[in-house]
């Protein structure tokens, strides 16, 4: 189990940085598993799934079926027309007779539409292909022999595939170093990309043409 600042580290040099998975286990000396579970991860909450049903919320019963309903139909209406839990346990109190307390109509609310909202959300496979490649370029600082500080930029081509990484660091972030590193990083691999993908690089780009 890594601390927090082991974790943030970790995130920090792949989404910030843009560093391979297999570079960020080396300087960080950790397992590469270990490093690609938590530049990967995106949800932190506890694992723990709660049912919505009566055994649950004895307290809520023959209400959970009304209070769903209510919950399906704001999906498709406007937000401001939507119910709030104030207004859920109003209408149960008036139109039906709900005697239980404010917090258990709350906590139940907040937990099922936890829940429909998993429901909904869809995700997408990454497509990992063979020989595609992803070029940009990242800023950092240094010190240099005098303890000046500095400014670089630092050029990386990835692998999707192969989660492999290649850099070269310039003074300025230009076409003519971009072109520079991408054909020292070719000529070291000793081949070129089937296909490369620029991160909003406006170094890439010499013109937009009408329909591109």
Known sequence: MLRMAEVEYIRDLYENEGLSLREIARRTRK????VRKYAYQNDWTPAVR???DPETFPTMG??????NGWLE?????????????????????KEHGYGGSYSSVKRYVAIKKTEMKKNKESFLPLARPLGYAQVDFGRFKYYDALGMERKGYALVVSFVYSNSGWMQVFPSENQECLLTGLKQIFYHIGGVPIRIKCDNMTTAVAQILEGA
Request: glycine share 0%; aromatic share 8%.
């Open 73 to 93: 139909q704001d999906e498709r209406a406007p937000r401001k027309q939507r119910h709030t839990v104030k207004r859920i346990y109003v209408r149960l109190r």
């Open 31 to 34: 397992d590469f598993r270990t």
């Open 62 to 67: 023959e209400y959970i079926s009304i209070v």
């Open 50 to 52: 709660i049912k919505t």
